[in-house]
């Protein structure tokens, strides 16, 4: 009697667990998206108000900003309301103060997050690491119109890159100097990953603009198997509607592999960058990856 | 050949045979290929010279067979010139899968000769009802069950020692018989060190151990049925392999089977046996012992298998059938952990097998027409279904790299026939046979991910859009008996179509440090293959016989070059005496130079060789133990010596001096 007792408390148990979770199932698909939400899976770096406004900046991973390919997501806030801008016209500027002269780095224009009311994103390259004397600041601006409705700006530590090699600075045959920052694959897997990467050259000290059509070719290596490589790589090419350059890329196992670099220009011109050969065992200008 | 049933009793357990082969004699026994007796006392055991041998040596006195080897243990057989890929290996019909992509443990590796009872050697694609994916041959090695007897208790114990390599060998078996139950068990231990080559040369990293354990149950039913089980669990430890880069930490299977048999079923039908099996093989290497390693790795592999099979045997007129279903599905598992020297660099991690999924369902049909007495005709079909999945994601995907756009299922439907025409005149026997037959390309040719062979320094790579092989086959087998002389001569040539070979692909670069390359399995146009046997007996003086055996064969590729793996002219000459519980032998052994070598697959010329043995045995008739007692030596003048399959030329053994004890105890 009691055993059925049991069995028939457990019966009644699953059917309010049941019940339970399929009412609250149904109770999340009509939840509203509130702004919160929107960046729960992001870090905060900064809060500045000025104003009415607050910026609120965010980035996908916890530390400072380092040399090399950083984004960043941004929430505006008018403080009367207390409502977040939906259709807010961004724009920023970073620039690093040197003792004896400051310059900006590449940059992206500021676009809004696909499929969110009050995210927005862009990405910095940034090319050099701030010091205790030397820093850089970024001016936000929200404008409508000709109207600028907000003008802040923060200092940020920008750390050198401890890391893998993601970024790198060269100066090209054509005396050029460019700078090349890998953005995929941000998680390598075993197999067919794909590579994209930004190229900009520096125009002047405070203008750096994306290249346009070069190639990028590129070699995986596993320097600790013999430089082992894959097959059936593909080099970059330009994308225009990203700005970026594309491709892929093979790995054929876990662990650490450099990934070599040539850079060409419109006509084929190698601008910087070796192939490897029996004697060349690695590029002057490579990507890294572990995993 | 035929006619070698070569009884090499090991004076384990009782004289009688197990019941269901006192049923399969008649026509069948004729036609069996070769049955090599081992498990059995009595009336053999005075001619085999060295009962203790492993089963690897037991393999290696048979013609067709040659064994690779990369130590001192786990040799793998190959049957007419062709290996693991085109033969086939089973265990009392079992199909089990080695779980090492280094092929460093064979089936035949999981046994010991206190397993075994015979094995059943069929050359080609017939003859065997249980081979799949066979083109080369087949050698099922039947297990020793006590049977259902007369109330019987047998306990043995079995001993060994061989100075080379301070080689240990120690079993003891027992077995129970009566009209309705058997069971027997036994265990058994090897050990051995570092051998040395002829000239006293260690050979380092040769050393192994193993022990197995195994029992067979039987229980017979009413209305002339029987339940039988078996396990046998098998673990080699510590395994050296000197001519390979690794050694092999453990190696480990675990066998299991059980059985039901009707017997009589009617008047047309004599024996159903359905059999349901499941193994599990572990396998880990192990290259910390070695100096030098350039990079650690951890290689552990394992394959599993279940699978069943059902045999129907029956008779009607002058037919003599057989129907056999057999299913199995494999999973063969491979894995390399590379640790860099740099320790802050994460491993490098990759399958080798990328969890292979293979059922395999086939229907196997035999009839002998039994034209006159002297005269009957063999012909055999057989149709399967194989279906291959790769289980790994993450090995599919590099796999993918080189394969963009594979599929992670592949079918194939394999067939095959053969059919043998049998003779017997009086003094002489004739065969005459052929056979047409597919296989699909083993888990290693399709699927295998830079698999390092050091045969010829070069890195695998499979291809899963491989053709099947096919392989036309003709054979001839001819035997004379004049007086005490015999003369026998069998040949078998093989025309393969699409054969399976790596081929260097210089798009590719290899992975294992200092490897030459890159090879990719590649379907050749064609290849060819023959092999042949001479075998003259005389007897004379009453207890004399003198056996001389010669074997030739030849292996082609399509632009007419040497296969690798192809073994040289070699040759034997035994005297032996028997006369009542004295045996004694005189051998001698050789090669001609390997002339046909081949270079273009990474092979390099294998001098020629003789060497030397001797041995003798006394079987002692005290009143209860009866004693067999065998002593001999191995390579007398300790010559310096490899063969043409022994891997990267390490040398075989120097002299070795053995004894042999067996001693039943009931
Ligand atoms: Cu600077
Ligand atoms: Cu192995």
């Known amino acids: 009697m009691s055993l059925l007792n049991t069995k028939f408390k457990y019966f009644t148990l699953f059917i309010i667990v049941t019940a339970t979770l399929i009412t609250s199932c149904s109770k999340d698909e009509v939840k509203v998206v509130t702004a919160q939400d929107e960046v729960s899976a992001l870090q905060p770096v900064d809060t500045i108000t000025k104003g009415n406004y607050s910026f609120y900046i965010f980035k996908k991973d916890t530390g400072d900003f380092v040399v090399g390919y950083n984004e960043v997501y941004i929430q505006v806030k008018n403080n009367a309301t207390g409502k977040y801008v939906e259709d807010a016209n961004l724009s920023w500027k970073p620039l690093m103060h040197m003792t004896s002269m400051s310059h900006a780095c590449p940059y992206s224009a500021i676009s809004k997050v696909a499929n969110t009311n009050t995210l927005y994103k862009g990405y910095f390259i940034f090319i050099m690491a701030s010091n205790s004397s030397e820093y850089w600041e970024i001016a936000y601006n929200y404008v409508n119109g000709n109207d600028t409705i907000a003008k802040v700006s923060n200092q940020v530590t920008v750390a050198a890159s401890t890391g893998k090699v993601r970024y790198k600075s060269f100066k090209g045959a054509d005396n050029i100097s460019y700078f090349l920052a890998l953005v995929e694959p941000s998680k390598p897997q075993v197999g067919t990953n794909d590579v994209k990467a930004y190229l900009y050259k520096k125009v002047d000290m405070l203008t750096f603009s994306p290249v346009e059509n070069y190639t990028i070719q590129i070699d995986p290596r596993m320097p600790d198997m013999d430089n082992h490589t894959s097959p059936n790589n593909v080099n970059l090419t330009y994308d225009s509607f990203t700005q970026s350059y594309q491709g892929k890329v093979n790995l054929t196992m876990t662990g650490y592999w450099k990934i070599n670099l040539i850079v060409q220009d419109a006509s084929n011109t190698v601008l ?20 | 050949m035929n006619k070698r049933i070569l009884y090499a009793g090991i004076g384990l357990f009782s004289l009688q045979f197990a019941y269901s082969q006192q049923k399969t004699d008649s026509v069948r026994n004729l036609c069996l290929k070769e049955v090599i007796i081992i498990g059995k006392t009595g009336l ?7 009962p203790m041998s492993s089963v690897d040596e037991y393999m290696e006195q048979q013609d067709r067979i040659n064994l690779i080897k990369r130590g001192s243990y786990a040799w793998e057989p190959t049957i007419n010139n062709m290996a693991s890929e085109r033969t086939s290996v089973t265990i009392d019909g079992m199909k089990i899968f080695c779980a090492c992509t280094d092929c460093m443990d064979p089936v035949s590796s999981y046994v010991e000769v206190i397993n075994l009872n015979k094995m059943h050697i069929a050359s080609g694609i017939g003859g065997n009802p249980y081979a799949t994916n066979s083109i080369g041959g087949s050698l099922d090695m039947k297990l020793y069950k006590a049977g259902f007897h007369k109330e019987n208790v047998s306990a043995s114990v079995n001993s060994g020692y061989e100075t080379n390599g301070h080689y240990r060998i120690l079993g003891g078996s027992l077995a129970y018989s009566n009209p309705s139950f058997y069971s027997n068990s036994g265990v058994f231990v090897r050990k051995s060190d570092d051998y040395r080559a002829g000239g006293g040369e260690e050979v380092q990293f040769s050393q192994f151990q193993k022990v197995n354990l195994m029992s067979n149950f039987g229980l017979r039913l009413s209305g002339n049925r029987a339940v039988e089980a078996s396990v046998i669990y098998d673990v080699a430890t510590n395994v050296g392999y000197p001519a390979l880069t690794m050694d092999v930490k453990s190696a480990k299977g675990l066998i299991t089977s059980l059985s039901f048999t009707k017997e009589e079923l009617s008047p047309v039908f004599s ?27 951890d290689m552990p592999g394992k394959s599993k298998t279940a699978g069943f099979y059902s045999t129907l045997q029956g008779r009607k007129t002058r037919h003599n059938f057989l129907l056999n279903l057999d299913s199995y599905y494999n999973q063969s598992l491979a894995e390399m952990t590379m640790y860099s020297k740099n320790p802050d660099e994460k491993p490098m991690f990759m399958y080798t097998w990328p969890d292979v999924r293979t059922l395999n369902t086939s229907l196997f049909a035999e009839d002998k027409y039994q034209f006159t007495a002297r005269k009957f005709l063999q012909v055999s079909a057989r149709l399967a279904v194989q279906h291959d999945r790769i289980r790994s994601d993450f090995g599919l995907s590099t796999l993918q790299i080189y394969y963009p756009g594979m599929s992670r299922f592949q079918n194939r439907l394999l067939w095959n026939v053969a059919a043998k025409y049998h003779y017997y005149l009086k003094n002489i026997q004739v065969k005459v046979g052929g056979g047409y037959g597919l296989r699909a390309p083993s888990s290693s040719e399709a699927y295998g991910f830079y698999l390092f062979n050091s045969f010829d320094n070069y890195d695998y790579l499979g291809n899963p859009q491989l053709k099947n092989e096919s392989s036309w086959e003709g054979n001839l087998a001819f035997s004379a008996t004049l007086g005490k002389l015999n003369v026998s001569l069998e040949g078998s040539c093989f025309y393969l179509n699409n054969y399976i070979i790596g081929k260097p692909d210089n798009s590719l670069t290899h992975m294992t440090l200092n490897a030459s390359g890159v090879k990719v399995y590649r379907n050749l146009d064609h290849a060819t293959i023959l092999t042949s046997d001479l075998t003259v007996k005389q007897s004379f003086a009453d207890y004399f016989i003198w056996t001389n055996k010669a074997s030739y064969s030849l292996g082609r ?9 192809i073994a040289p002219v070699s040759y034997s000459s035994s005297l032996s005496f028997n006369r009542k519980q004295v045996y004694a032998e005189l051998k001698l052994q050789g090669a001609a130079k390997q002339y046909k070598y081949s270079a273009d697959y990474g092979e390099d010329q294998t001098p020629a060789y003789l060497i030397f043995g001797a041995s003798a045995g006394y079987d002692f008739h005290l009143k209860t133990y009866n004693p067999k007692l065998k002593v001999g030596v191995e390579n007398l003048f300790d010559r310096k010596y490899s063969t043409y399959s022994d891997w990267n030329n390490i040398s075989r053994k120097g002299r070795n001096y053995y004894i042999n004890l067996i001693i039943n105890l009931l």
């Not at chain 1, 004697?279 to 990507?287: D, E, K, L, V």
């Not at chain 2, 053999?44 to 010279?49: D, F, I, L, R």
């Not at chain 2, 590729?557 to 793996?565: E, S």
């Open chain 2, 44 to 50: 053999g055991s005075k001619n085999e010279p060295k």
């Open chain 2, 271 to 297: 024996k159903w046996e359905t059999k349901l099996y499941f193994n599990t093989i572990t396998h880990i290497m192990d290259d910390t012992k070695r100096p030098n390693v350039a990079m650690h790795m």
């Open chain 1, 272 to 291: 910087k960058g070796e192939a490897i050969t029996g004697t060349t065992t690695a590029s002057s200008i490579y990507f890294e990856l572990e995993f």
């Open chain 2, 557 to 565: 590729d399509d632009h007419n070059r040497a296969l690798p793996l």
